[in-house]
Nanobody
Framework: QVQLAESGGGSVQPGGSLRLSCAVS????????MGWFRQAPGKEREGVAL???????TYADAVKGRFTISQDNAKNTLYLQMNSLTAEDSAMYYC????????????????WGQGTQVTVSS
């Protein structure tokens, strides 16, 4: 059973930063496709960032230049550094692993964490 545990969410003012972490257990994340999705109330779930087995990175247009996905293989942990946050970034953020399609794209994933809430408000 793969377990993904997110942390690092919270409340921040516009323009602020947060770093989300996803601790991965019973699953060697090295060389795997992993990423972050988010869902705001009343909105569809959307992909935010992915890192593929070769270290290639994919970002949603809405977060390019502001968010950075990274991975610490020694700690088996995935990160999402979020800078210049705006109210539109407020959402529940989910860590994901193992794409159903087999391709490291914004689609459905087999494994999801419980989510961590990010609220950007003045």
């Amino acid at each position: 059973q793969v377990q993904l545990a997110e942390s690092g969410g919270g409340s921040v003012q516009p323009g602020g930063s947060l770093r989300l972490s996803c601790a991965v257990s019973t699953y060697n994340s090295r060389g795997r496709c992993m990423g972050w999705f988010r869902q705001a109330p009343g909105k569809e779930r959307e992909g935010v960032a992915l890192i593929d087995r070769y270290g290639g990175l994919t970002y949603a247009d809405a977060v390019k230049g502001r968010f950075t996905i990274s991975q610490d293989n020694a700690k088996n942990t995935l990160y999402l550094q979020m800078n210049s946050l705006t109210a539109e970034d407020s959402a529940m953020y989910y860590c994901v692993a193992e794409p159903v399609s087999g391709y490291c794209i914004f689609g459905n994933y087999y494994y999801w964490g419980q989510g961590t809430q990010v609220t950007v408000s003045s």
